[in-house]
């Protein structure tokens, strides 16, 4: 009997020492005009709440520095100075550090990720509000506004200058997978190991579920809302993102045209082309999956891999969705239940 009672007491102790057993809590918001979810595993619903709110305060104003939809945002207070040289704008530090960003991966896509084609994409964002294909004169008027080289930034004073009238910046190729991770990042230091933060399709990850090996992200098969791919992908630490012209799209003369725009032509591309990648952080991972839409496969696979990212190319053939991948993206596949 004392035996009994000391092991009791013994086990006792050590599960009072033990951490509590993490739930699993999910908030889902209405942010920059899509659905804005966070999925966490955390102690108790206050832990919960509390650092929930601090991300969607987070979401708010970012989203406030970047979106070219808000007049007063700071993106489009710089656009507003355009062709100034004596209104160089000093920027916060989001906004510097997500046009540095945007710099790189011109540089490293060579020129297939442009941030600089904001005319150009608000004039196809009218066109598939209003149905109506723009002239080619159009176009080409709003290419000439064009051009990264005209984006000039100070990385000492900390600010930007754009050198020609009338230029405008489109982030929304980089933006979404930017603010999911700082999302992720502010989760970290609020002592959340294991969450999954998903902007409209843009998804960071850190840890895992309870007892499982990664996050279960599926992938939709090219131009269906509903089908997804037989194997889903599974991820640890990790940001997938996958872009295609399910959703923003528009038809002329029997071609569907997507909202992904090729910088030196100004159209939209035309291939039925789903594009996965996963990489390292949120803001990889979403400007990448723009440069592979428009690169050759090839290309497409070289650029990824310089730079350790898995990319997955679903091309929808003969009726059929045939798949090119890089060679590390098998090590994704999830191929047991978990």
């Known amino acids: 009997m004392f035996t009994r009672l000391i092991a009791s007491l013994f086990f006792l102790l050590i599960a009072m020492q033990l951490p509590a057993q993490a739930k699993r809590f999910s908030f889902t918001r209405e942010k920059m005009g899509s659905p804005f979810t966070i999925i966490l ?22 989203a406030f520095i970047f979106s070219d939809y808000i007049d007063s945002s ?28 945007s710099k790189n991966a011109f540089e490293k896509s060579r020129g297939t990720f442009d941030i600089t084609l904001g005319p150009v994409t608000r004039l196809w964002r ?21 051009g990264f080289n005209k984006l000039l930034l100070d990385t000492i004073l900390h600010t930007a ?25 502010l989760l970290k230091t609020n002592n959340i190991a294991n969450a999954l933060v998903d902007v409209s399709g843009d998804i960071a990850a850190i840890g895992a579920p309870p007892e499982k090996s990664g996050w279960t992200v599926g992938i939709n098969v090219p131009n269906d809302k509903e089908e997804i791919l037989k194997k889903p992908i599974s991820v640890f630490n990790k940001s997938v ?16 045209y997507s909202h992904i725009v090729h910088p030196k032509t100004g159209y ?71």
């Open 41 to 62: 595993y955390a102690a108790d619903s206050t832990q919960a709440v509390m650092v929930t709110e601090k991300c969607f305060q987070l979401v708010d104003s970012l």
């Open 241 to 256: 993102t996958t872009s295609g012209d399910l959703y923003q799209f528009i038809y002329h003369n029997g071609k569907k």
């Open 268 to 338: 939209g591309i035309t291939s039925q082309r789903n594009v996965t990648v996963i990489a390292n952080d949120g803001t990889t991972a979403d400007w990448l999956t723009k440069a592979c839409s428009l690169l050759p496969v090839k290309q497409a696979k070289k650029l990824a891999t310089s730079i350790n990212a898995a990319l997955l190319i679903v091309e929808i053939k003969k009726g059929k969705p045939v798949l090119y991948t890089t060679k590390n993206f098998s090590t994704y596949w999830k191929s047991a239940p978990q």
């Open 74 to 101: 700071e993106l489009n207070r710089l656009c507003a100075r355009a062709g100034n040289p004596s209104l160089a704008m000093t920027l916060s530090v989001p906004l510097f550090d997500i046009l540095l960003a």
């Open 126 to 146: 009218r066109a598939r509000k209003e149905n109506k294909f723009p002239l080619p004169a159009i176009v080409k008027e709003k290419l000439v506004l064009t």
């Open 161 to 185: 200058y754009l050198t020609q009238q009338s230029m405008q910046l489109d982030l929304g190729g980089i933006a979404q997978g930017y603010i999911a991770q700082q999302v992720i990042n």
